[in-house]
């Protein structure tokens, strides 16, 4: 499988990007998907998944009530929603696939990452 992601940018505090991750392959269904994060000089981490039926969905307590995970199976797709952004939520977002609907809240159960995609709020 292979992930690319896209809808990074630069905006202000308050404001709201949308993320999408678009997956290679016929069998993105049977994936779990997971949003992570990186900010400068700080350890990746987890930001949110959800299952691959979709019926299932996670987030970190630092994004809850801000931003939402979604897919479309069809479009082989996963999106991150990200409103009320905050200077703190600057990171380069990846995203990662599994196939499994344990632990997904653990970047080391993952086995396919993207490359990333800056995110940038100004305060």
């Known amino acids: 499988v292979q992930l690319v992601e896209s809808g990074g940018g630069l905006v202000q505090a308050g404001g709201s990007l949308s993320l999408s991750c678009a997956a290679s392959?016929?069998?993105?269904?049977?994936?779990?998907m997971g949003w992570f994060r990186q900010a400068p000089g700080k350890e990746r981490e987890f930001v949110a998944a959800?299952?691959?039926?979709?019926?299932?969905?996670y987030s970190a307590d630092s994004v809850k009530g801000r931003f939402t995970i979604s897919r479309d199976n069809a479009k082989n797709t996963v999106y991150l929603q990200m409103n009320s952004l905050k200077p703190e939520d600057t990171a380069v977002y990846y995203c990662a696939a599994v196939t499994s609907d344990y632990g997904l809240g653990h970047q080391e159960e993952y086995d396919y990452w993207g490359q990333g995609t800056q995110v940038t709020v100004s305060s």
């Open positions: 959800i299952s691959w039926s979709g019926g299932s969905t």
């Open positions: 392959g016929r069998t993105f269904s049977s994936y779990s």
